[in-house]
């Protein structure tokens, strides 16, 4: 049975950190291109970053320089740290796995930036 597992999230101020955890079971995590997506109300999901299998990563424009992504093979574990945050980063944020035809999702952590 494939599990992710999302923790970190919260409430934290514009211009405040956090790191979200994404723990993965049931799946050979090596293989996987692991992601961060995110889902504002009356928004779509939408990409926030990537990470391949041999550690390239791909980061959507409005968070390139802010946020990080990392995986730690042996943990079978991805991070998203989350610096400078704005309000506009207020989402639900879900972690996916996929490799060739087959993915997964966590069931999201939800982000809120306010004063």
């Known amino acids: 049975q494939v599990q992710l597992v999302e923790s970190g999230g919260g409430l934290v101020q514009p211009g405040g950190s956090l790191t979200l955890s994404c723990a993965a079971s049931?799946?050979?995590?090596?293989?996987?291109?692991m992601g961060w997506y995110r889902q504002a109300p009356g928004k779509q999901r939408e990409l926030v970053a990537r990470?391949?299998?041999?550690?390239?990563?791909n980061y959507a424009d409005s968070v390139k320089g802010r946020f990080t992504i990392s995986r730690d093979n042996a943990k079978n574990t991805v991070y998203l740290q989350m610096n400078s945050l704005k309000f506009e980063d207020t989402a639900v944020y879900y972690c996916?796995?996929?490799?060739?035809?087959?993915?997964?999702w966590g069931q999201g952590t939800q982000v809120t930036v306010s004063s």
């Open positions: 996916k796995a996929n490799w060739v035809t087959l993915e997964y």
């Open positions: 049931g799946i050979i995590f090596s293989n996987y291109v």
């Open positions: 990470i391949f299998s041999g550690g390239t990563t």
